[in-house]
């Protein structure tokens, strides 16, 4: 498995044990409110979670152009580190 598809697979899991979807909802174009109801403090709640999992830190300015998963693995994949896949 590639880093995407594990870093995918990862926000999957954070993405339903946070705003309780079902799994098979979450694919990389759902956003994050219209698919899933996120509202700011579900989105915070969110990103804090990524951020605590995979070491990574999200900036507001970054947080606000979260939309979609697409946007969250993008920007995990950018700023995680190697050393979360040894």
């Known amino acids: 498995m590639d880093k995407v598809q ?9 993405i339903v044990e946070e705003l309780g979807v079902k799994a098979e909802k ?3 174009n759902a956003a994050l ?3 899933f109801g996120a509202d700011s403090l579900d989105a915070l709640e969110l990103f804090n ?3 605590s999992e ?10 606000t152009k979260m939309k ?3 946007d969250l693995v993008d920007y ?3 700023k995680v580190s190697d050393k979360y896949f040894e």
């Open 6 to 14: 594990v870093i995918f697979e990862k926000i999957k899991e954070i």
């Open 26 to 28: 979450v694919v990389m």
């Open 33 to 35: 409110a219209d698919d």
């Open 49 to 51: 979670q990524i951020e």
């Open 54 to 63: 995979f070491l990574v830190s999200i900036s507001d300015e970054a947080a």
């Open 68 to 70: 979609d998963v697409q």
């Open 76 to 78: 995990v994949v950018e």
